[in-house]
């Protein structure tokens, strides 16, 4: 499924993110960049230890921001490390802090000139975000960003299983009857 905003395209697709091959695909990292289980393993364990060896030179990454390492061993460049917010109660500031950790890697990829990012659902494993709230943010957000900066011409979201990829569906399924009957001009597919 996809959704095209100006001259970028934004793309479902299930899959494991360590094979994509856009310029930089996006890590849900803990604050303190030391690995993990999930998507976090993955990476490390397809990259190779080289982004190890970076992330412990950058020590650390506040909840909600975003920092770059290489690719190493990986088809995409660069890998941009990001903590997403632990879900508690949904009072914890937690929207924002999601919305905050996708921005700063948009921001990211936009400094480095990068032409394509992909993302996995950030915060909805071991962090336990519920899954449209999750889904909604990521792809508003990134809506959003592309809507004022056209460098980016390609997001994916790179959903591991089939319940992730529908509920993702169905929240993009949402957004574009929102944008159609407000108007605004897009071309969708
Ligand atoms: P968090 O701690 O941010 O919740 P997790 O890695 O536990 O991070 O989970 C985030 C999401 O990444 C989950 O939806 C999980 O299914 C997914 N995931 C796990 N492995 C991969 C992978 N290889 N490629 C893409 N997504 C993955």
Redesign the pocket.
């Known amino acids: 499924m996809e959704l095209t905003i100006k001259a970028s395209t934004i793309i479902l697709t299930l899959?494991?993110?360590?094979r994509e091959t856009t310029d930089a695909i996006v890590n849900?990292a803990?604050s303190r960049l030391a690995g993990g289980?999930?998507?976090?393993g993955?990476i490390h364990r397809a990259g190779g230890p080289g982004i190890m060896q970076e992330c412990r030179k950058i020590g650390g990454c506040p909840t909600g921001q975003a920092v770059i390492t290489t690719g190493g061993n990986l088809k995409a460049k660069y890998v941009i490390h990001t903590v997403?917010p632990r879900y508690q109660d949904g009072t914890r500031n937690e929207a924002t802090l999601l919305r905050s950790a996708y921005l700063e890697c948009l921001r990211l990829a936009s400094k480095k000139h990068l032409r394509s990012i992909a993302f996995?659902?950030?915060?909805?494993?071991?962090?336990?975000?519920p899954l449209p709230e999750a889904a909604r943010i990521a792809l508003q957000t990134t809506i959003d960003y592309l809507s004022s900066h056209q460098e980016i011409a390609q997001i994916k979201f790179?959903?591991?299983?089939q319940h992730?990829f529908e509920v993702f569906t169905e929240e993009l399924e949402k957004i574009k009857d929102s944008l159609v009957s407000h108007g605004v001009g897009n071309t969708f597919h």
């Open positions: 899959g494991d993110i360590t849900a803990n289980g999930g998507v976090d993955a997403g996995p659902a950030i915060s909805t494993g071991a962090y336990g975000y790179v959903l591991y299983n992730s």
